[in-house]
Nanobody, 116 residues
Framework: EAQLAESGGELVQPGGSLRLSCAASGFTFGSYDMSWVRQAPGKGPEWVSVINTGGSKVAYSDSVKGRFTSSRDNAKNTLYLQMDSLKSEDTAVYYC?????????WGQGTQVAVSS
């Protein structure tokens, strides 16, 4: 069974940094593009980034471009999101996501709170 498990979320001050991780299991991680999606309190899901299978191409939403960096280590079956210059509006539950053939695979999410 394909599984994704996020970690690394916590309370951080504005301007701070966090690195999220997403551990993949049960499928060939390196064969799929992977995304980060977030959901702020009271709002719908917002796509954050997508990275290709080899990690050479990444696209970001305008709201995080220049502040967030997505990467992956296929040998460790792990997806990362480095978040710098965090703002209060980055407060959300962050999910990793993969479209595995015809199946959507989501993690359980990790909470990021940006507040002084």
């Amino acid at each position: 069974e394909a599984q994704l498990a996020e970690s690394g979320g916590e309370l951080v001050q504005p301007g701070g940094s966090l690195r999220l991780s997403c551990a993949a299991s049960g499928f060939t991680f390196g064969s799929y593009d992977m995304s980060w999606v977030r959901q702020a309190p009271g709002k719908g899901p917002e796509w954050v980034s997508v990275i290709n299978t080899g990690g050479s191409k990444v696209a970001y939403s305008d709201s995080v471009k220049g502040r967030f960096t997505s990467s992956r280590d296929n040998a460790k079956n792990t997806l990362y999101l480095q978040m710098d210059s965090l703002k209060s509006e980055d407060t959300a539950v962050y999910y990793c996501y993969g479209r595995l053939n015809s199946e959507n695979c989501w993690g359980q999410g990790t909470q990021v709170a940006v507040s002084s």
